[in-house]
């Protein structure tokens, strides 16, 4: 079973941009990756998704045009590149298959955009 390790959230103001990573313990290349957050007091959600090869990606509507989804197969990893921050951006992020498998839940990476 594949374990998954998020890395490069902290706190950021308005407009400012991070860029997180999600490190695979194991290959990752036929996996349909996605990101996700969760906001206090929300559900979590998916942010964004990028196909096995990397050539398909998505975003959910609040992110269009400022995240940018990336992989790297041969490192078994997957970027989220985060740009434009806003204060809604706030949330623990987390990668995943998608669709999401529970046990494959890591720890998440805590990103705060505050003035």
Known sequence: QVQLVESG???????G??????????SIRSIVMGWYRQAPGKQRELVARISSL??????????????IIS???AKNTVGLQMNSLKPEDTAV???NKYPPVDSYWG?????TVSS
């Open 54 to 67: 990397g050539s398909t990606v998505y975003y959910e509507d609040p992110v269009k045009g400022r995240f």
């Open 17 to 26: 941009s991070l860029r997180l990573s999600c490190a695979a313990s194991g």
């Open 9 to 15: 959230g902290g706190l950021v103001q308005p407009g």
């Open 93 to 95: 992020y987390y990668c």
């Open 71 to 73: 992989r790297d197969n």
């Open 107 to 111: 720890q998440g990476t805590q990103v």
